[in-house]
C-alpha cells in the first residue's frame, strides 16, 4: 500500500504543473472568454528563457538574428526566475492586445482556433531558434529525500506542489477580496455593465493576461529541473490542465487545482500499475487519465440540446451550395492526370501527397465545415486506418481495394467512438475531447510494440488489381504513375461525394445542427444522430486518406500520425477553408508535404519557417476570414457564376392555398392537460391546460415573464414538464423535441434562429424534412403563399428583420404539421406587416395547419384567432372569443389595461387577480 502512495506523492510534480498551467486557463478565461490553448507554450517559452539565463545568455525570439546573446555570466536561480516570468507577463499582454482584443466579442470557439495558431507560433519559434539544443536545468528547490514506505521520494516535488498551491490561493484571495478581482468578476459577468461602473474591461483582460502567462511561466519554469526541456511534450501539458480547467468549469480556482493536482497523481499511479501489472497495457495509461476525466465530466454535465439563450455561435464562415460540378470535376481530372504525366520524383510525390491529404481535409469539411463538430483528431482517425490497414493487407492478407475499405470502416468505428461526446457536448469542450482522444491514441496504440510495430512501425503490403500493380514502387520509377491515378480518383471520388452531401436532405441537416441545435430539433432533425453521422462520414474518409498515406509510405509509422502533426495540419486545413469542397482541395495543396509546401522548400528555402507562417496564417484567418483562403476565391466574380446562381430557382409553386379560412371542425388535436415548469423554487408554468381544435388559431397572450415561451417548450419539448400534451390522439409528453415535430408539432422561436449559412429555400427545406412528398414543391409553395418565392436564392443572414420573420413561418409550415407553435412572428413588423401576415395565417390553414399564436400585438390577436388563451403569472387566467377577452375585467387588469372606450376597471376587482 505504501508503494501505491509514494507514487501518489511522485505524481504531485506533474500535477502542480497541471494545477499552475489550469490556473492561467481560468484566469484568462475570466477576464476575456478565452481558453488559451497556447499556455502550454507560454510555459516552455519561460522554461527555456529561464535555462538559458542561468547559463548566462538571453534567447533572442526574432529570427535572422543570433539565437541567444551571451550576457557574459550565469545568472542566479532568482533573477534569471523574475526576468523569465516578467519576459512572460509581456508576452501575454502583446498576445492579448495583436490577437485576442480584436476577438473580444467572438464566439468562444474562434478565440480558441486563434489560440492554437499562437500555440503554433510559439513551438515554431522555439524549434527555429533553439533546434535540438535541451539546455540543463539545475534545481530550484532542495534536493532532499523523504520515504513512504520503502519507496524515496523527492522533497522538490512537494515544494513545487507548495508554490502552485500559494500561487492558487493567492490567486483566490485576489479575485474575492480585492477591487481587482470584483471588477474582473464584473466584466466577466457583463462588458457593457463594466463600462457603466467606469471600469476599464480592457485593462482588466490586459492585467489577467499578464497574470495568467507569469502563472503559466512559472509553472514552466518549476518542472523544468524535473522534466527535460522538449517543445512537444510541453506544449501537450494543455491536455491535463484543460481537463483539470474543465472540472473547475473554468470558474472555480479550488476545483481546478485540486483537478490539476489529481491528475498528475493519478498518472504517477498508473504508470507504476502498468509496469507492476502484467495485464495493463504497456503504453498510454496515463494519457487515459485526462481523457477518461474529460469524456465523464461532459457526459454527466452536459445536455442533448442547449438551453434557451445557449446557442453555440460558431462562426466558422458559409458553406456555400455547390453548382454545376461536371465542368470543375472533368478540369480537376485533366489537371491530376497531366500533374502525374508531366512530373517525376519529388514533384511527382509532392502531386500526390496534395491527392492524400486533400482527402483528409475533406474529413474535415464534413465533420466541422458542415456539422460544426471541431475536430482535432482527423489526422489520428487517418492513423487508425492506416494501422489497421496493416492488420487487414499484411496480417490477413484481404487485397486492394477491400483492405482499405475495411480500414476506413475501422477509422468510422472509432470516430463514433470520438464523436459520442456530441451526443451531450458542443463547440469548445468537444475540441476538448478529441484533443485528449488524439493524445491517448497516439501512446495507447500508434507507440503500442504489442498492437502494432511500435516506433518501428507497421509494414503495408503493396495495392494490386487484377495483377495489375498500383504500388508507388521504389527505385528509378518512384513514385509510380499507376500509385498517383488511384489517389486522383479516390480523391475525385471523396470530393464529389462530399459536394453531394452537401446538396442533399442530410447535408441541411447538418448545417441547421451547426447553426442551431434547438431549432434543427423542431425541424425534425435527429441533432444526435445527425451529429453522429457526421462523424462516421468524415472518419471514414480520414481512414481512406490514411491508408493512401500508408501505401505512400509503405510503412505506419507513429511519427506520421503525431498529435502535434495533426494540429498543424487542422491549422492549415482551415486557413485554406473547412466549409468548402474547394477549401478541402485546397488545403491538399497547402499541406505539409504538399505542393505549395514542396514549392517553397526546393525554391526559396523557406521550409523550416512553415509551420510558423502556419500559425500565424491561422490567427490572421479567425481574425478576418472565418471561411479561408477559399472564402475569397468564390467571391471572386466569374462570369457565367452569377448566372448559374440565378438559374437555380425553386419550382413553379403549387397554386396557393385557398385564401378562405377553414372553419375548425370540433376536433381536438391538441390538449394541453396540467402542464407545470419549476426551476428550481419558481414555478413558471403553473397546472396550465387547453385545447386546441382542428382549423382553429388560438392566441396566447399575457405580460411580459407570463410564461408564454415556457409554455411554448413544454409542449415542444425543450423544457422538462409534468402533465400531459396530447396530439392527435396520441401523448407526446415523453417524446425528444424531434420526434414531436415529426408527430406534427411544429414551431417558431422568439429569437428567430434561422440558417443564417443556408438560402431562404434551404431553411425552408429543413423545415420540410419531417413532411413526406416532393420537398421542392413544398418549399415552392410555401414560399409563393408567404409571397417571398423571390427571396428563394437569398441567404438568410442577408435578410431584413420582417423577412426573417417571414421565413421562419415558412419552414413550419413547409413540413405540413398538424399544429404550429408560433412564438412571436410578427415581432419586428409594422403594422400593415402584420396585418398582411395575419391574413397570410388565415390563408395558411388552408394547408390543414391549426396554430397556437403568441404576440404582443393585440390587433393581430384579437383580429386573426378564433380563440384566445391568456396567461399571468404562469396560470391560465381566461379563455373565450376575442371579443370576450377583450372585455374580461381580469384580463385587463392583468395584460390588456382599460380599453380606451371604457372608463378604467372599477375597484371591486378582486385582490388575488390584481396582484
Not at 492579448?96 to 480584436?102: K, S
Not at 500533374?339 to 509532392?350: M, Q
Not at 453521422?533 to 501505401?551: D, E, H, K, R
Not at 395575419?838 to 390587433?859: F, K, W, Y
Request: overall charge neutral.
Amino acid at each position: 500500500m505504501t508503494e501505491h502512495v509514494a507514487f501518489l506523492a511522485l505524481g504531485i510534480g506533474n500535477g502542480a504543473v497541471y494545477a499552475a498551467l489550469g490556473l492561467a486557463l481560468v484566469m484568462t478565461f475570466k477576464s476575456s472568454g478565452v481558453v488559451n490553448f497556447a499556455t502550454g507554450a507560454v510555459a516552455l517559452y519561460a522554461a527555456y528563457t529561464y535555462a538559458f539565463l542561468r547559463r548566462g545568455e538571453f534567447l533572442n525570439p526574432i529570427p535572422g538574428f543570433d539565437p541567444t546573446v551571451d550576457l557574459g555570466s550565469k545568472w542566479g536561480i532568482l533573477p534569471a526566475l523574475v526576468v523569465s516570468v516578467a519576459i512572460s507577463a509581456l508576452l501575454g499582454v502583446l498576445l492579448y492586445l495583436l490577437v485576442f482584443r480584436p476577438l473580444r466579442t467572438a464566439p468562444v470557439l474562434a478565440k480558441a482556433v486563434a489560440s492554437i495558431g499562437v500555440m503554433l507560433v510559439l513551438q515554431a519559434l522555439i524549434a527555429l531558434r533553439v533546434g535540438t539544443i535541451t539546455p540543463a536545468v539545475g534545481p530550484i528547490f532542495d534536493q532532499g529525500r523523504i520515504t513512504i514506505g520503502d519507496s524515496p521520494v523527492a522533497t522538490d516535488r512537494l515544494w513545487l506542489a507548495a508554490v502552485v498551491i500559494g500561487l492558487a490561493v493567492c490567486a483566490a484571495l485576489v479575485l474575492r477580496y480585492t477591487r481587482f478581482g470584483v471588477a474582473t468578476e464584473a466584466a466577466a459577468e457583463s462588458e457593457k455593465g463594466a463600462l457603466l461602473t467606469g471600469l476599464s474591461p480592457d485593462r482588466i483582460a490586459i492585467a489577467n493576461w499578464a497574470l495568467s502567462s507569469a502563472t503559466a511561466a512559472i509553472g514552466g519554469i518549476v518542472i523544468a529541473p524535473l522534466v527535460p526541456l522538449n517543445p512537444v511534450a510541453y506544449t501537450m501539458f494543455i491536455v491535463p490542465a484543460l481537463a483539470a480547467a474543465l472540472v473547475g468549469n473554468f470558474a472555480s480556482i479550488t476545483l481546478t487545482v485540486g483537478a490539476g493536482l489529481a491528475i498528475g497523481m493519478l498518472q504517477s499511479e498508473a504508470t507504476n500499475l502498468q509496469v507492476t501489472w502484467d495485464w495493463m497495457p504497456s503504453t498510454g495509461v496515463a494519457e487515459a487519465v485526462p481523457l477518461v476525466l474529460i469524456l465523464g465530466f461532459l457526459l454527466v454535465r452536459g445536455q442533448p440540446l442547449p438551453g434557451r439563450g445557449a446557442v453555440i455561435r460558431h462562426d466558422l464562415g458559409r458553406s456555400p451550395r455547390p453548382q454545376r460540378i461536371a465542368l470543375p470535376t472533368v478540369l480537376g481530372l485533366v489537371i491530376g492526370l497531366v500533374a502525374l504525366l508531366t512530373t517525376s520524383g519529388s514533384l511527382r510525390l509532392a502531386v500526390i501527397g496534395t491527392m492524400i491529404f486533400a482527402v483528409i481535409a475533406l474529413s474535415l469539411v464534413v465533420v466541422t465545415g458542415y456539422a460544426g463538430q471541431v475536430s482535432l483528431a482527423q489526422l489520428t482517425l487517418a492513423g487508425v486506418g492506416a494501422y489497421a490497414l496493416s492488420r487487414f493487407s499484411t496480417n490477413l492478407g484481404i487485397p486492394f481495394p477491400i483492405a482499405p475499405l475495411l480500414a476506413a470502416l475501422a477509422a468510422m468505428v472509432v470516430g463514433v467512438i470520438v464523436g459520442l461526446p456530441a451526443l451531450r457536448v458542443r463547440g469548445l469542450p468537444l475540441m476538448v475531447a478529441t484533443l485528449a482522444l488524439a493524445v491517448f491514441a497516439e501512446a495507447f496504440w500508434f507507440r503500442n510494440p504489442d498492437l502494432n510495430g511500435g516506433l518501428q512501425g507497421a509494414p503495408i503490403d503493396p495495392p494490386s488489381l487484377f495483377g495489375i500493380e498500383l504500388g508507388i514502387g521504389a527505385g528509378e520509377g518512384y513514385p509510380r504513375i499507376a500509385f498517383g491515378v488511384v489517389c486522383l480518383v479516390v480523391v475525385t471520388a471523396v470530393a464529389l461525394g462530399v459536394a453531394a452531401l452537401r446538396r442533399s436532405t442530410l447535408g441541411a441537416a447538418m448545417l441547421a445542427v451547426r447553426t442551431n441545435e434547438r431549432s434543427a430539433a423542431a425541424s425534425g432533425v435527429n441533432v444526435g444522430l445527425t451529429k453522429l453521422t457526421a462523424f462516421a462520414i468524415a472518419s471514414f474518409v480520414a481512414g481512406l486518406g490514411g491508408s493512401l498515406l500508408a501505401y505512400q509510405q509503405t510503412l505506419a509509422t507513429a511519427g506520421t500520425y503525431t498529435v502535434f502533426a495533426g494540429i498543424g495540419l487542422f491549422a492549415v486545413f482551415y486557413i485554406a477553408g473547412v466549409t468548402s469542397v474547394s477549401g478541402g482541395l485546397l488545403a491538399g495543396v497547402l499541406a505539409p508535404g504538399g505542393l505549395l509546401y514542396f514549392v517553397t522548400e526546393r525554391y526559396l528555402h523557406f521550409g523550416d519557417y512553415y509551420m510558423l507562417l502556419s500559425g500565424i496564417l491561422l490567427v490572421v484567418t479567425v481574425v478576418t476570414s472565418p471561411d479561408g483562403i477559399a472564402g475569397h476565391l468564390q467571391r471572386i466574380p466569374i462570369p457565367g457564376r452569377r448566372a448559374a446562381d440565378r438559374s437555380r430557382t425553386v419550382p413553379t409553386p403549387a397554386p396557393a392555398a385557398p385564401t378562405t379560412p377553414t372553419p375548425a371542425d370540433g376536433t381536438t388535436v391538441l390538449s394541453v392537460q396540467g402542464v407545470g415548469v419549476r426551476y428550481g423554487t419558481v414555478r413558471a408554468v403553473d397546472d396550465v391546460g387547453f385545447d386546441l381544435r382542428a382549423g382553429e388559431i388560438v392566441g396566447l397572450i399575457g405580460p411580459n415573464g407570463a410564461g408564454k415561451t415556457t409554455l411554448v417548450d413544454a409542449i415542444s419539448g425543450f423544457a422538462e414538464a409534468e402533465g400531459r400534451i396530447i396530439l392527435s390522439g396520441n401523448d407526446i409528453g415523453t417524446l425528444p423535441p424531434f420526434r414531436r415535430s415529426r408527430a406534427g408539432l411544429g414551431r417558431t422561436f422568439q429569437d428567430i434562429e434561422l440558417y443564417d449559412e443556408l438560402t431562404v429555400a434551404e431553411n425552408v427545406a429543413v423545415g420540410a424534412i419531417r413532411h413526406r412528398g416532393d420537398t421542392d414543391t413544398s418549399v415552392a409553395s410555401v414560399l409563393a403563399l408567404l409571397d417571398i418565392a423571390e427571396l428563394a436564392d437569398t441567404t438568410a443572414a442577408d435578410l431584413s428583420q420582417g423577412q426573417r420573420q417571414l421565413v421562419s413561418v415558412a419552414r413550419v409550415l413547409a413540413g405540413r404539421p398538424t399544429v404550429a407553435l408560433l412564438d412571436e412572428p410578427a415581432a419586428g413588423l409594422d403594422s400593415s406587416e402584420s396585418r398582411w401576415l395575419g391574413e397570410r395565417l388565415r390563408s395558411a390553414r388552408g394547408l390543414g395547419v391549426t396554430m397556437l399564436l403568441i404576440d404582443h400585438d393585440m390587433d393581430l390577436v384579437l383580429n386573426v384567432c378564433d380563440r384566445v388563451v391568456v396567461l399571468d403569472l404562469g396560470k391560465v387566467i381566461a379563455v373565450g372569443t376575442p371579443e370576450e377577452i377583450r372585455n374580461d375585467p381580469r384580463v385587463v387588469g392583468a395584460y390588456l389595461g382599460s380599453p380606451a372606450h371604457q372608463p378604467e376597471a372599477p375597484e371591486t376587482v378582486p385582490t388575488e387577480v390584481n396582484s
